[in-house]
């Protein structure tokens, strides 16, 4: 216990004489995907059913799997069902058709298939008017069953019987491969592999019981797979994250003053203060409160203002923490021009 209250003390020595405060703020990240504003017609097509070279493989594998009949057929439906949702609810896309007419094998094992010629998506894009198309390229379900034991005493009329409980894990794991083609481009605009899986666990007295007890995976399968098709509808989209920044609390009594400011959320009346310490005769101090007006203008959105504080504040002063903030804002700055180009 002593132990315990030494280290507990010296935490909050610590914190209380730490030179810097944390925030967090929210950023906005440019999609991890880009494709042109102009594609605006986009339609979805599912070829991740085996082609007859391995059709064998395909139906092997099953069979050592557990797999059921009709699971990866159901289960690349749901992905495809869950991207189209995806894709409808985006604004930026007047149509989103589902291309069930047109069928393409892939291999059916889930290992990506080679890429569309771009001849051929140029044809499906005229014939039905498209702008872009997006594919599920592959989708297969691996799965395995483990059993154990485990003492299980039953209550019985006659009192407590020792037993032996069975337990059956099946862990399913669905492997998805998607990529989008644009007719104009001269390579896919993207290509990418989703996993998941699933697991389930059933028990009984008898390894019957217990495998009875974990039959009716094609539903979850199911639904697992609409999900990964909506999460990779949402690579096109820009998604936003938490950041943290250090800001510097100590140094002068103004300092002390705006670090309460800003943990209230008056930052603007802190700024104020920070502003007065940039004309501080010691060099130390007005190096950072030039570091702090930086803080105060990316908070602001005003990443331009947001690096030339910062860049003063290291070149004027030596503050070395600024020089770390300046590639920081560069990168935002780089990033948000990609996102305005998304945007546009």
Known sequence: MRNNFIVLLLIVVFSACSTTNRLTLSVIEPAPVSISPAIKRVGIINRSEANEKNNLLNKIEKIVTLESKTLDTDGAKSCVLGLQDELLSNSRFEEVILLDHIILKGSGIGIMPAALPQDEVTKICRANELD?????????????????????????????????EHIATLRTEITTGWRIYDPLASDVIDAFQLVDVINSTGRGLTPVNAANAIIGRKEAVKDVSKRIGQTYGLRIRPFSIRVGRDYFVRGTDNFKIAKRKARTGNWDEAAELWKKETQNSRKKIAGRAYYNMAIINEINGNLDLAVDWAQKS?????????????????NRQYRNAVLNEQQQ
Do not use: C, H, Q, R
């Open 314 to 330: 290291y070149e004027n002063f030596n503050n070395k923490k600024a020089l770390y903030y300046v590639n920081i804002l560069k």
């Open 132 to 164: 872009a198309i997006f594919a599920l390229e592959s989708y297969d379900t691996n799965s395995k069953i483990n059993y154990n034991t485990a003492p299980a005493p039953i209550n019985t009329p006659l009192g407590t019987i020792p037993a032996m």
